[in-house]
């Protein structure tokens, strides 16, 4: 059974930090490509950045370039968010969510995870 | 504000059918296909249609999806309780990677 397990989020100060994790069972996570999707509270979807399978090519939304960094650790089976210099804005639900298609970035996604709180407020 | 136009709401009673439209333009819709996901408070978000019309296994034929030009729509036969949720389309787009429509928040009166 596929499973994605996000962890990390948590109240921070603005201009603070926050790593975010995804760990993921059930699937060889080196053979797809991955996502971190968030959702303020009250709005929609938002896709905020995704990362090839190897890690060899990386997107971010506008919104969070220079301030965010994915990655991943094949070997440990987790999917990473390095957040810095947060904002209220960037309160959320943060989702990890795997493309459908092995390989292939411009795939969608299939499996989310239930998602961790991260809430930047003083 | 979102890429792909939702409504925010839809409302139906038990038993009948409803359609959730998804509004977008040449550089995403017209060109990329479309999924559908159902959200539940708490609950990690479902892949309900991919590719416009295929369905994962598991989703009810309750389901089913299409694209025209650059819109596409979800329909619900056979509407039930448990159908109420939110539904997002998304879509791969040209230039802005992924985008997301609004959500329609479904209502069973």
């Known amino acids: 059974e596929v499973q994605l397990v996000e962890s990390g989020g948590g109240l921070v100060q603005p201009g603070g930090s926050l790593r975010l994790s995804c760990a993921a069972s059930?699937?060889?996570?080196?053979?797809?490509?991955m996502s971190w999707v968030r959702q303020a509270p009250g709005k929609g979807l938002e896709w905020v950045a995704n990362?090839?399978?190897?890690?060899?090519?990386?997107n971010y939304v506008d919104s969070v370039k220079g301030r965010f960094t994915i990655s991943r650790d094949n070997a440990k089976n987790t999917l990473f968010l390095q957040m810095n210099s947060l904002g209220a804005d960037d309160t959320a639900v943060y989702y990890c969510?795997?493309?459908?298609?092995?390989?292939?970035?411009?795939?969608?996604?299939?499996?989310w995870g239930q998602g961790t709180l991260v809430t930047v407020a003083s | 504000q979102s890429v792909l136009t939702q409504p925010p709401s839809a409302s139906g009673t038990p038993g009948q059918r409803v359609t959730i439209s998804c509004s977008g333009s040449s550089s995403n819709i017209g060109s990329n296909t479309v999924n559908w996901y159902q959200l539940l408070p708490g609950a990690a978000p479902k892949l309900l249609m991919y590719s416009n019309n295929q369905r994962p296994s598991g989703v009810p034929d309750r389901f089913s999806g299409s694209k025209s030009g650059t819109s596409a729509s979800l329909a619900i036969s056979g509407l039930q309780s448990e159908d109420e949720a939110d539904y997002y389309c998304a879509a791969w787009d040209d230039t802005l990677n992924v985008v997301f429509g609004g959500g329609t928040k479904l209502t069973v009166l």
């Open positions: 969510a795997r493309g459908r298609i092995p390989y292939y970035i411009r795939s969608l996604f299939d499996y």
């Open positions: 059930g699937f060889t996570l080196r053979t797809y490509c």
């Open positions: 990362i090839k399978q190897d890690g060899s090519e990386k």
